[in-house]
């Protein structure tokens, strides 16, 4: 199943980033002193796993929305609404406002700049957000990619740190047989949408009809729609049914049944069906295999660091959520110091099927990594200058300069430390005696597999070293050696490649990145 919707993710984060698939709420005002208290909001980026400032659909601004609550849920005072420029916008309680106030509502929106009555969404109250506009045009980018928003509440008011969640589930549906369809040029989709949304209590109320027209249909360009579905906390399937008329060349009203499309808050569902022949209604069944697509172990990630859902589509996989050892963004370069480090992945593949040469020489002057160096991009480069244009680093530039990033949330490729190689390693075999830490699942993916071209190298297999990029105190290069005994892989260890003592040592090589948030 494609992975690649019509639109990317975006997380609201108060303060400090997080994935838009959480929900934290943090309040350090437990003194009892009465105060002004200020809410700092930095506003979405465009992806989970980037911090490169805020896409704003062209005509739009970006506005955010506070709204008191009393203690039972009733609203005090008048909605504060702010611009949110320069990615970052704040609130202040005051002290009287305090009097009243139990609890704080918030809601950040597109806002068209020319007409603000033409928004959206209805927000003159923030437990029971509507909609505003009842007609879409699906040829209009901008107001398509306006029908997200954010939101989130503050439980308890004090200073506090708000990350705010989208609180719809974004619903595509496609053909599996397009080309059925061929020659209709325009499309109708109608249905009652889940409206009245009450931040407080993650519920829907109401329901409102709504109708999305593409008078440039084309049935063979992917999803023929893509939209934002609120997902209340207590309905888990769309209960109404979804129409899309074509007219045209070709004539058919497709009607999705009720029940049919799941809805969790943040999920990403393809919805695909077959058009049969004849003019009748077609049910239409949601592919069972959808999740969300937030970074986690074993997630595939492409070269602009998102995460997708098929390893066609992926430079590398996931192996870890949070630092490895002592490592750190000071040991990163300049432009990635003032991030966090969101986790590690490896290639989806290694450099090559075979091992290549780390020396064709006897190698006497490679110089101990130093302790403090604790990722790949500090180290590779000097073991490069170590051994020289041997096929090892041949192999690893060719294999680079054909797997190019894009992203500024993603090192470069580089060669992990002998840290980080361990710490991969072990989330597949044992080593010093703690077994695999990954799941069934993440050991089992087939880019891992226990074959020739995968870990490693020969049929029958056979033990096999991965070079790392340290250099251990004897002048050798440190690498992890998987061990296999009569064809089956006992465990790993990590183990010097001797080439200082031997000429023509070889080594796998499996290249990772660094990912930042």
């Known amino acids: 199943m494609k992975k690649n919707l019509f639109y990317s993710l975006m997380t609201l984060c108060a303060v400090l980033f997080a994935s838009c698939g959480q929900e934290e709420i943090v309040s350090d005002n437990g003194n009892g002193v009465k105060a002004p208290v200020t809410i700092s909001v930095q506003a979405p980026v465009n992806n989970p796993l980037s911090r490169a400032g805020v896409t704003v659909p062209d005509g739009y601004t970006m506005q955010c929305i506070m709204q008191l609550l009393d203690a039972d849920g009733n609203t005090v005072g008048a909605q504060d609404i702010k611009p949110v420029a320069d990615g970052k916008v704040s609130f202040t309680i005051s002290v009287d406002e305090q009097k009243d106030a139990a609890k704080a509502l918030f809601w950040a929106e597109y806002v068209p700049t020319a007409d603000v009555a033409n928004k959206v969404y209805d927000t003159s109250d923030l437990r029971a957000v509507g909609y505003n506009k009842a007609s879409f045009d699906m040829t209009d980018a901008a107001l398509m990619a306006a029908c997200d928003a954010f939101c989130g509440k503050l439980e308890t008011i004090g200073n506090a740190s708000v990350t705010l969640k989208r609180p719809f589930a974004n619903i595509s549906v496609q053909p599996k047989n397009p080309a059925q369809a061929a020659g209709a040029t325009n499309l109708e989709v109608k249905y009652n949408a889940l409206s009245g949304y009450d931040i407080l209590e993650g519920k829907c109320t109401a329901t409102a009809p709504v109708t999305y027209t593409n008078a440039s249909f084309n049935p063979a360009d992917g999803a023929w729609f893509s939209n934002f579905f609120f997902a209340p906390a207590d309905v888990t399937k769309f209960g109404g049914e979804v129409s899309m008329a074509l007219t045209g060349g070709y004539e058919r009203t497709i009607t999705i049944r009720a029940d049919a499309l799941p809805l969790d808050v943040n999920m990403q569902i393809m919805a695909k069906f077959e058009i049969g022949d004849g003019n009748f209604e077609v049910d239409v069944e949601v592919d069972p295999d959808y999740e969300a697509l937030e970074m986690k172990v074993g997630s595939y990630i492409n070269a602009e660091g998102k995460v997708v859902r098929d390893a066609a589509d992926a430079v590398g996989i996931v192996f870890a959520m949070e ?134 190298d020969r049929d029958v297999i056979a033990t096999v070293n991965y070079a790392s990029s340290t250099i251990n105190n004897q002048g050798n290069i440190s690498g992890v050696r998987i061990n296999v005994v009569d064809g089956a892989v006992t465990n790993a260890q990590e183990a010097g490649i001797d080439v200082k003592g031997k000429v023509n040592q070889q080594a796998l090589c499996r290249p990772m990145i660094t990912i930042f948030k």
Do not use: C
């Open 323 to 456: 630092a490895i050892g002592s490592d750190v963004p000071a040991n990163y370069p300049p432009e990635l110091q003032g991030k966090e480090i969101a986790g590690y992945a490896v290639a989806i593949e290694n450099v090559a099927t075979g091992r290549q040469s780390l020396n064709t020489e006897l190698l006497t002057t490679l110089i101990e990594t130093e302790k403090a160096l604790t990722n790949g991009t500090q180290t590779t480069d000097a073991l490069f200058t170590g051994i020289g244009d041997v096929t090892f680093k041949t192999t690893y530039e060719k294999w680079v300069g054909e797997h190019t990033l894009n992203s500024e949330n993603l090192t470069a490729w580089y060669i992990p430390t002998l840290v980080q190689l361990s710490a991969f390693m072990n989330t597949l075999f044992t080593m010093k005696d703690i077994p695999a830490t990954g799941s069934d699942d993440f050991r089992s993916m087939s880019e891992f597999g226990f074959v020739n071209g995968k870990m490693f």
